[in-house]
Every structure is written in C-alpha cells, then in structure tokens.
C-alpha cells in the first residue's frame, strides 16, 4: 500500500560532507538534489503529502555562517524549483515560525505557497524553523488569547480533533511513514504530536 503522508528528517548532510573531505555547506548544498530527487519519486507513486524537516527551530543555535548558508540555500531552491514545482502540481506548504525567517526569504515562501495554492498532485511540505513543542506551544497560546476574548471557549474540554486545529500542521494527516536519513534513530522534537 502507497502511504499517504512520508516524512523524512534530512540528517547526516555534515558527515556525508566530511566523509568526500569538503566542509558542511557542501553537504547542504548537495541535499538539494535528493530532495529533487525525492520529490520526484513521490510524485510518481501517488503519494500525496511530501514532509522535509529542512530546519529545526534548534539549528538556529548553529554557527551564524552555516545558518547563512542555509537560508541562502533555500532562497537558491525557490528560485530554481518553483516553475518545477507549479508545472508538476505540487502545492507548497511551509510549517514552522516563520517569523524567525529574514523577511525577504519569507516572503518568498509566502508568495510560492500563493502561486501553487490550487495545485493537486501532491502537497510537499517543508518544515522551517519548526519544532514540536513549538507547535504545541503556540497552539496553547493561541486558545490562550481566545479565552481571553471569550472565556466561554474554556467551558467545555478540548477534545484531540479540537486541539489539532490549532497547530501549524493543520489539516495534514499524521504521517504514516517517518524515514531519518543519516542512520540515526532519533526525533530531535519533530511532529511530536
Ligand atoms: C541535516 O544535516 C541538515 C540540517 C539539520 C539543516 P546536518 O547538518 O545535521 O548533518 P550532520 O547530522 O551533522 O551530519
Ligand atoms: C534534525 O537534525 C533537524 C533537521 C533535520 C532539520 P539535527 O542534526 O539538527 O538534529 P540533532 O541535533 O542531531 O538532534
Ligand atoms: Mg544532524
């Protein structure tokens, strides 16, 4: 059976890196061809949302050079695989605190995830500055500020389907398979909910 929803924690581009002798950005900067890649093949079997962990609300902590050249990376892949994108009917989606993003660079995201809304094919979502407990934060703290305005909101207990409207994975399905490339076998707060 095709899963509905893969999602993949792109780990391990440092060490693959290392291994060729080259430093960590080339790492980076090759993963982009295996999302292609990736993309493709997901396309191609039906499977209808697409999930990448591209960065974690904890690699901001990493060196300012490598976070640089990350979100130069991602400003790189809009301007190449947008058309790709649109042409195939992938519809984008970008989950995570964007407001942490550089403005253009959100932006950006803002205006591929407006241009590719009505896509079908398929949804790939990238997952940007993201983390689980983010999530489930700031959904508390969205039904926070609605009780706030209107205390009734807290009359009865939210129920799971209640509560999942509030999180920035809304209306995704959980996924079904969660593949961590890299060999490692930890979640690293990812889709903990
Ligand atoms: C994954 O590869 C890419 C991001 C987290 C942005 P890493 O940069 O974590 O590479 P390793 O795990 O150190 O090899
Ligand atoms: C997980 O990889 C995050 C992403 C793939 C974006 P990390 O390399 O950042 O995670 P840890 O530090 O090994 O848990
Ligand atoms: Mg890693």
């Known amino acids: 059976m095709i899963p509905q929803h893969v999602t993949i924690i792109m780990d391990g581009n440092g060490r693959w890196a290392k291994q060729k002798g080259k430093n960590r950005l080339y790492g980076h900067n090759n993963a982009l061809e295996s999302v292609r890649e990736c993309c493709?093949?997901?396309?191609?079997?039906g499977i209808k949302y697409l999930?990448?962990?591209?960065?974690?609300?904890?690699?901001?902590?990493?060196?300012?050079?490598?976070?640089?050249?990350?979100?130069?990376?991602?400003?790189?892949?809009?301007?190449?695989?947008?058309?790709?994108?649109?042409q195939n009917g992938i519809k984008l989606r970008v989950v995570g605190d964007l407001s942490k993003l550089p403005e253009s660079l959100r932006n950006l995201v803002h205006q591929v995830e407006e241009k590719s809304a009505h896509n079908t094919?398929?949804?790939?979502?990238?997952?940007?500055?993201?983390?689980?407990?983010?999530?489930?934060?700031?959904?508390?703290n969205k039904i926070l500020a609605e009780a706030k305005e209107d205390p009734t909101v807290l009359d009865k207990p939210l129920l799971?389907?209640?509560?999942?409207?509030?999180?920035?994975?809304?209306?995704?399905?959980?996924?079904?398979?969660?593949?961590?490339?890299?060999?490692?076998?930890?979640?690293?707060?990812?889709?903990l909910w």
């Open 121 to 140: 094919a398929m949804t790939l979502i990238m997952m940007l500055s993201y983390s689980g407990k983010w999530d489930i934060t700031q959904a508390v």
């Open 40 to 45: 493709d093949f997901a396309l191609h079997k």
């Open 51 to 86: 999930s990448l962990f591209a960065f974690s609300e904890e690699n901001w902590n990493r060196p300012k050079e490598e976070v640089e050249g990350l979100m130069q990376l991602l400003k790189k892949a809009i301007d190449t695989e947008t058309d790709g994108l649109i």
């Open 160 to 191: 799971p389907a209640d509560f999942e409207k509030y999180l920035a994975t809304a209306g995704i399905p959980d996924p079904d398979l969660m593949i961590r490339t890299s060999g490692e076998e930890r979640i690293s707060n990812y889709m």
